[in-house]
């Protein structure tokens, strides 16, 4: 077994044989817990059948425990200076390819069929960079990428927004697309000491399961998605306020969002965080009606 990369020491060593210094604006805390890394790895169930995709691999601390558990993995590095860094640390390791990308401008698809073409099992697992976190997400799973889900590392306020439940002032539009796709679980709470540099905030590891489908039906997702968002454009108005304001002409089709409410069964006085992923469903089909 290689000597782990995340220890303080070796995490130090490698550094300095570089001459690498974090970049702010990226993002980059490392983890220095080899312990931490095993149970992320043992969360994502891998097994020699598995590909894992790692997005922010930095000196390759998750992405050698994923090479030990899994068939395949694939990283997506932005910060070219890593690439050399990551060519050594990872040289015991022929299971592993570094595409320097930014994932949310790759052809991930085309990736998936050129890379994973023997793997019957596919993961996303991820420390990823914070400033980021929600984006990347949301275009994994809006890409209907053949994933059987996603087990990452983000702030711990974010994992409690994606996991909230309706009532709770965590609960938003990001909870509602993302347990539109996934079953979403908090899984760890990593403390900051884990990390080099130690970032301003508490972390969280979050496990999301993709559902066969989707949790309900909805006529057109992306509309769904608009009018989850226009409920919570602003939280302490009504929901009919925020979507006579939010959604186009509202103003002028008040009285046919106020009808669609009703057939919905929704009190237009209600918050937009009362509102279930059902009660969104039923309403946004009711609106798109009007706006198809």
């Known amino acids: 077994m290689h000597k782990d990369i995340a220890t303080p020491v070796r995490t130090k060593e490698i550094l300095q044989k570089y001459g690498f210094s974090f970049k702010k604006s990226?993002?980059?805390?490392?983890?220095?817990?080899?312990?931490?890394?095993?149970?992320?790895?043992?969360?994502?169930?891998?097994?020699?059948?598995?590909?894992?995709?790692?997005?922010?691999?930095?000196?390759?601390?998750?992405?050698?425990?994923?090479?030990?558990?899994?068939?395949?993995?694939?990283?997506?590095e932005i910060d070219q200076r890593l690439l050399p860094i990551?060519?050594?640390?990872?040289?015991?390791?022929?299971?592993?390819?570094v595409i320097h990308q930014d994932v949310l401008k790759a052809n991930i698809h085309q990736i998936v069929e050129e890379e994973f073409k023997e793997v019957n099992d596919l993961m996303v697992v991820a420390n990823l960079?914070?400033?980021?976190?929600?984006?990347?997400i949301l275009r994994l799973l809006s890409e209907h990428l053949p994933l059987r889900g996603?087990?990452?590392?983000?702030?711990?306020?974010?994992?409690d927004r994606i996991s909230a439940k309706p009532g709770t002032k965590?609960?938003?539009?990001?909870?509602?697309?993302?347990?539109?796709?996934?079953?979403?679980?908090?899984?760890?709470?990593?403390?900051?000491?884990?990390?080099?540099?130690?970032?301003?905030?508490d972390s969280a590891v979050i496990r999301l399961t993709l559902h066969d489908k989707p949790i309900v039906e909805v006529d057109n997702e992306e509309f769904f998605f608009?009018?989850?968002?226009?409920?919570?454009?602003?939280r302490r108005k009504t929901i009919l306020n925020n979507l006579t304001s939010q959604l186009p002409n509202g103003k002028e089709l008040k009285t046919e969002i106020l009808k669609s409410l009703e057939i919905s069964n929704i009190d237009p006085t209600r918050r937009g965080e009362t509102?279930?992923?059902?009660?969104?469903?039923?309403?946004?089909?009711?609106?798109?009606?009007?706006?198809?």
């Open 86 to 97: 990551l060519e050594d640390t990872l040289s015991p390791y022929s299971n592993v390819k």
């Open 150 to 159: 996603i087990v990452v590392m983000l702030q711990k306020e974010v994992a």
């Open 170 to 201: 965590e609960y938003g539009s990001l909870s509602i697309a993302i347990q539109y796709y996934t079953k979403a679980e908090t899984v760890m709470i990593v403390p900051k000491t884990v990390f080099m540099p130690q970032p301003n905030v």
């Open 275 to 292: 509102l279930s992923i059902e009660e969104f469903a039923f309403l946004s089909n009711q609106l798109f009606s009007i706006y198809k």
């Open 226 to 234: 608009q009018v989850t968002r226009a409920s919570f454009a602003q």
């Open 26 to 76: 990226l993002g980059q805390n490392f983890l220095i817990d080899p312990n931490i890394l095993k149970n992320i790895t043992e969360h994502a169930g891998l097994s020699e059948d598995s590909g894992a995709i790692e997005i922010g691999p930095g000196i390759g601390a998750l992405t050698e425990h994923l090479a030990r558990a899994s068939k395949k993995v694939v990283a997506f």
């Open 129 to 136: 960079p914070y400033y980021v976190t929600t984006p990347i």
